[in-house]
């Protein structure tokens, strides 16, 4: 089947991704600064652990504007 790319299907597919990415942020973020403050971190150990948190919240938020895209994108649902 064809995808449905018209402007209000993409913008639709860019508001879910960008609702979904603040959720994903704000889950992260919480976790992040929970570990953090439990370990009493501070300085390079606080820097490091945020790099950690980078890469599966890159992947996280990437995973989540496609399934965005591809929800609302999808011929059956419209």
């Known amino acids: 089947m064809q995808r ?3 402007f209000k299907t993409l913008t639709r597919a860019a ?3 960008s609702f979904l990415t603040v ?3 704000i889950c992260v973020g919480t976790v ?3 570990i953090a403050e439990t370990l009493r971190m ?5 820097i ?3 790099v950690i948190f980078a890469g599966p919240s890159a992947y996280l938020l990437m995973v989540v ?3 965005a895209y591809e929800a609302e994108t999808d011929p059956a649902n419209q």
Do not use: N, P
């Open 48 to 50: 490091v652990l945020a």
């Open 42 to 46: 501070e300085g390079t150990a606080a």
């Open 23 to 25: 959720q994903a942020i």
């Open 15 to 17: 508001s879910a991704a």
């Open 65 to 67: 504007s496609r399934m």
């Open 32 to 34: 992040y600064w929970a």
């Open 4 to 6: 449905i790319k018209t």
